[in-house]
């Protein structure tokens, strides 16, 4: 939430100037970080992501891919008219 907050009062702040602040909100990413997660907890990684994409309602688990084509469409033209907002890059995890 205070993400959230700080995101909401960026585009307030700097929107005059012309300038917009959004936020990308990840959920689970398959990176080697979480490869290392699933072993602390005595997984394979292809477990854990088995496991985290069954819990997701498009199941199936990010990539780093994702993330990066929400900023570019966040940086783009496209994405003029948009400020202040948190946009949650998770499959839906939140709507559950």
Known sequence: MGIQGLT???GIELGPF???????AP??????MTDATARRLKMEPE???????????VRRVGYPEDIAAAAAFLCSDEASYITGQTLYVDGGAKLG
């Not at 959920?27 to 080697?32: D, R, S, V």
């Not at 477990?47 to 997701?56: D, F, P, V, Y």
């Open 27 to 32: 959920g689970f990413i398959a990176t080697e």
């Open 47 to 57: 477990q854990l992501r088995e496991m985290t994409a069954q819990a997701n309602p």
């Open 18 to 24: 012309g300038i917009n602040a959004n936020a990308i």
């Open 8 to 10: 909401r009062t960026l």
